[in-house]
């Protein structure tokens, strides 16, 4: 019975065995990030990226087809244009960075459309645009895994410098030149992540599995590396829960996955032990010191 | 007699061409205490974020002598930092080892013992695992001067570090200055309390814009040039002639 209803769905189909996989890595590779975008205070850079990547993906589809890898590369090349264009516009003029982003990945966007037009479109397209996690090829699977594994690592490199940036930059700025780099290669980071997700999820919803645990961690953590941990294990657990239902109930994969994380969020919004709701109306015996 | 560690040579400062700081020259001497006082406008907190390497200098220019930009610790006013971050007391100062741990590497005994002791001096003993947010504006001045101790810096800019603390904060700190001038620590301090400049620094650099005086506290902030730098006029003007100096 359990088995039938947990276990089987994986053992028995190699798609879904594909879609765990690639989701797996997506949480170990994405959510860092997102925690990490959430406390920068910059939340809704993911979406305006995977906005700014989906032109790049565009181009490299009409002019090579469906080819996994130069849709890859066309992703990562326009998400970078766009990050490290707005990225150093912050630091070089008193634009600030939300609002050059803005600005850049609305340029992005347009180009796109306008090649996309120009040159024709495709149903294709659309499928690539809104992901497939249930169709991943095992290449594809390698291929998030590499940018998940690849992503860690670099994350773990920076990781001091990046919160002592996202802390209080002055320091940074005072104790070297290093805030710049770093600050560049987090965005990087940030890009090459969704292209990662886009792949399985699409690019709207790469951003949701993204960002949504890691907004929930905060009920629940309190450090940053505790907020991590729980942020990786919470995707995790929504990918299962997400791919369970899709395959009991003939749900649409990607909006199922994305949906259990949302209710994971409003679940730990009402009764997570920190700063919830609930933690806001029970109020404790104060204690003596 | 050693040289001066840091001189200002016929410096102007200021943004989109109008000068906050105009043609200072002086200097710094290795293991001095310095107050830079002045009216609200004067400059002051400019020109120690010039002294940062943070803003260039419109003319003129700053000279170091014997210290890397890197030997100097900065410490700016709090409003910098973001008291939200999910950051621990220890962490906060252990960012001090920067320079021995570098970028990436770990943090070794030695220097995690300096972190310790440095929280301990400050007064902040128990309070390692505390987070940022949840400390008062005093402890979370306390944990900075520990991270500056950490730094172990040859020049030390602290721009108005007592505003909205309290005496007892306060005097602490200050002990942890005077400890800095003798290590021969050059320490320059923007503060707005006369009294505690005249106890506790014995030069001083009374700006109002213009360097109205520099030298010996007592000498520099006597009556005639606190009215002098009162008489300063705050205002810009955006049709202002080119400065011929």
Request: a neutral charge; glycine letters at 10%.
């Amino acid at each position: 019975m359990i088995y039938d209803l947990l276990i089987a769905p994986f053992a028995e189909d190699a798609a879904m065995r594909h879609a765990l996989a690639a989701c797996i890595a997506l949480a170990f590779g994405g959510a860092p990030i997102g925690v990490f975008l959430v406390l920068r205070r910059t939340a809704l850079i993911g979406d305006a990226l995977s906005h700014a990547i989906l032109p790049g993906v565009a181009i490299a589809f009409v002019f090579a087809g469906f080819s996994l890898l130069w849709m890859t590369v066309g992703g990562v090349l326009a998400g970078l244009a766009v990050a490290l264009l707005a990225g150093a516009t912050a630091r070089l003029t008193p634009v600030k960075e939300d609002a050059s982003l803005a600005a850049f990945f609305i340029i992005s966007l347009a180009i796109g459309t306008l090649l996309v037009s120009a040159f024709g479109t495709d149903e294709d397209l659309l499928h690539v645009l809104f992901g497939k996690v249930r169709e991943l090829t095992p290449q594809a699977v390698l291929t998030i895994a590499s940018i998940a594994t690849g992503s860690m690592a670099i994350l773990a490199l920076i990781y001091r410098p990046l919160i002592a940036e996202c802390f209080d930059p002055g320091f940074l700025r005072s104790a070297g030149r290093a805030g710049a780099l770093v600050h560049a290669v987090f965005l990087s980071l940030v890009v090459l992540n969704l292209v990662g997700g886009f792949q399985a999820l699409g690019t709207l919803m790469a951003v949701g599995l993204m960002m949504l645990p890691a907004v929930t961690a905060r009920f629940w953590a309190e450090t940053a590396g505790g907020q991590i941990a729980v942020a990786v294990g919470l995707t995790v657990a929504a990918a299962v829960t997400g791919l369970l239902a899709s395959f009991h109930a003939a749900t649409q994969p990607e909006a199922s996955i994305v949906l259990v994380a949302g209710v994971f969020y409003v679940v730990s919004l009402a009764v997570g032990p920190r700063d919830s709701i609930a933690a806001r109306l029970i109020r404790l015996r104060h204690l003596e010191a | 007699m050693v040289g001066p560690v840091v001189s200002l040579d016929n410096l102007t400062l200021g943004y989109r061409r109008h000068p906050a700081v105009h043609h200072v020259t002086g200097s710094f001497a290795p293991g001095s205490l310095t107050a830079i006082a002045g009216p609200n406008g004067a400059g002051k907190s400019t020109l120690l974020k010039a002294l940062a390497g943070e803003l260039k200098p419109l003319s003129g220019r700053i000279r170091l002598d014997g210290v890397r930009r890197r030997d100097i610790a900065y410490l700016p006013q709090l409003a910098a930092i973001d008291r939200t971050f999910p950051m621990t007391v220890l962490d906060l100062v252990a960012l001090g080892a920067w320079r021995s741990a570098g970028l990436f590497g770990a943090i070794g005994k030695a220097d995690m013992a300096r972190v310790l002791r440095a929280i301990e001096t400050v007064g902040l003993g128990g309070f390692e695992a505390r987070t940022v947010g949840t400390l008062s504006g005093g402890q979370l001045q306390r944990a900075l001067f520990a991270r500056v101790l950490v730094q172990d810096a040859k020049v030390i800019l602290l721009d108005e570090p007592f505003a909205a603390i309290d005496q007892h904060t306060t005097s602490d700190l200050l002990a942890i200055l005077q400890r800095w001038g003798s290590e021969g620590r050059t320490v320059i301090a923007v503060l707005h309390d006369h009294e505690a400049v005249r106890a506790h620094f014995p030069q001083t650099l009374l700006l109002a814009r213009e360097c109205v005086a520099w030298g010996a506290t007592a000498e520099a902030l006597n009556a005639e040039h606190l009215l002098e730098a009162r008489r300063m006029c705050e205002a810009f003007h955006d049709d202002a002639a080119v400065c011929a100096a």
